[in-house]
């Protein structure tokens, strides 16, 4: 009952002065909103990262032919090094313990055109085994499988991209799409990827909706090398059998590329799961300042309530006195005043959770940048705002419950 009546009277407060109440509680909702706001854009970056590393594999290891200068291309070839081929895939494959799948493929930038329209695009040469690696799905159609690597067929799966350039309004399927001077029929059309950025080290920048899959035996055979000095492949993805071991396989990968390449510095090894650990570190560390300078704003509110509950109990000091006087104790009084602090922010809490979550959607809307509002980061704030009340109404609190009774009542 003494509970109830204490939520009354802390209600009636806030709504007898409705602006000074709403003054006080802006620090707590503008706190609140940016906590949630701010943890909403973390999440949703740790989501894309995760799926962005999962295109890659979290088991996956990737040797990627390094960029280089013609110059350095030269001097490279002259010390015997004819940068990554099939027999690298093929020793990697023979030698290196604990390795389930490797992928060789060879890449070239080259215009592909369908009718009036044509595009930019990253033509692959890949085995069957790609798709089970980088677990890669086709939303319409097939992707390459074993009868056409061993036939040489002239079959393509076209990213989500690149199909939506040259087919607006067409079903792609069964299509023939011109490739530099070569026809190839459209057997499937890929789910959309994500961007890669500068987080994956060589593959920076790479748009994975702009890329057409081809079988690595028809790209070897009809795709000729512009420059003789290029290397017959571009990467090999070698996937291993748990994550536990990729540094141990990416180690030993080393020594045998080194070996078979002479020592020419001529080729990255990427971990993915690696890169994927070190961004959520970064990240982490990006979410604690950024939570920090969010949380200044609940401290900047807890004072406002603080500095308001102080004027409060000098303005009602009679009001105490009188209940003092006909039975309160001060326990009662100091759970009145801990009460009305608790429902400032509280109430500034609730508020501050709609403009978290509607700052959190109007920033994905606007900028099209990927939040996810979760319980956790709702809970969090709110937790935060109730703290807040407590710690900073203590004080006033027990200033009024300390009062002398006699000399409230004499107070004007």
């Known amino acids: 009952m003494q509970f109830e009546e204490n939520l009354n009277l802390a209600f009636d407060g806030l709504l007898s002065h409705k602006l000074r109440s709403f003054l006080t509680m802006l620090g707590i909702i503008f706190g609140v909103a940016a906590v949630i706001a701010m943890l909403s854009i973390g999440e949703g970056a740790k989501q894309e990262a995760i799926e962005k590393f999962k295109d890659l594999g979290v088991n996956n290891i990737i040797v990627r032919e390094k960029k280089l200068t013609e110059k350095e291309i030269q001097e490279i070839r002259a010390k015997f090094s004819q940068g990554l081929s099939l027999k690298d895939a093929e020793a990697i494959q023979e030698i290196v313990p604990k390795v389930k799948n490797?992928?060789?493929?060879?890449?070239?930038?080259?215009?592909?055109?369908?009718?009036?329209?044509?595009?930019?695009?990253?033509?692959?040469?890949?085995?069957?085994?790609?798709?089970?690696?980088?677990?890669?799905?086709?939303?319409?159609?097939?992707?390459?499988?074993?009868?056409h690597y061993v036939r040489h067929l002239k079959v393509c799966v076209l990213g989500a991209g690149i199909a939506r350039t040259l087919f607006p309004v067409e079903n792609p399927l069964n299509k023939m799409v011109k490739v530099a001077d070569q026809w190839f029929e459209v057997i499937g059309i890929m789910e959309n990827k994500a961007l890669f950025t500068e987080t994956v080290g060589e593959l920076a920048a790479r748009d994975l909706n702009n890329d057409i899959y081809i079988p690595l035996t028809t790209f070897l055979r009809r795709l000729t090398k512009e420059n003789q000095l290029d290397s017959e492949i571009k990467q090999i993805t070698i996937q291993a059998d748990d994550s536990e071991v990729l540094l141990e396989v990416a180690a030993v990968t080393k020594r045998i590329l080194e070996r078979r390449h002479f020592k020419n510095d001529d080729f990255n090894i990427i971990i993915p799961y690696e890169l994927l650990k070190q961004e959520e570190k970064e990240r982490r560390i990006y979410n604690i300042l950024l939570g920090s300078i969010a949380a200044i704003s609940l401290l900047v509110g807890g004072i406002g309530i603080m500095n308001i509950m102080l004027a409060t109990v000098s303005e009602r000091t009679r009001e105490?006195?009188?209940?003092?006087?006909?039975?309160?104790?001060?326990?009662?009084?100091?759970?009145?005043?801990?009460?009305?602090?608790?429902?400032?922010?509280?109430?500034?809490?609730?508020?501050?959770?709609?403009?978290?979550?509607?700052?959190?959607?109007?920033?994905?809307?606007?900028?099209?940048?990927?939040?996810?509002?979760?319980?956790?980061?709702?809970?969090?704030?709110?937790?935060?705002?109730?703290?807040?009340?407590?710690?900073?109404?203590?004080?006033?609190?027990?200033?009024?419950?300390?009062?002398?009774?006699?000399?409230?009542?004499?107070?004007?």
Do not use: C
């Open 320 to 412: 105490i006195g009188i209940r003092r006087a006909i039975g309160a104790t001060r326990k009662v009084v100091l759970e009145q005043f801990m009460m009305e602090a608790m429902a400032l922010s509280l109430t500034g809490g609730l508020i501050g959770i709609f403009l978290g979550v509607g700052m959190s959607l109007t920033i994905n809307w606007i900028t099209n940048f990927k939040t996810v509002v979760t319980f956790f980061s709702v809970f969090i704030a709110f937790f935060v705002s109730g703290a807040v009340g407590v710690i900073f109404g203590m004080l006033p609190a027990r200033k009024a419950a300390n009062l002398d009774p006699i000399e409230s009542l004499r107070y004007e």
């Open 102 to 147: 490797v992928a060789p493929q060879a890449e070239k930038e080259l215009d592909a055109q369908y009718e009036d329209k044509s595009a930019k695009a990253t033509v692959i040469g890949i085995t069957p085994v790609f798709k089970n690696i980088l677990n890669y799905h086709t939303t319409f159609g097939n992707f390459i499988d074993e009868d």
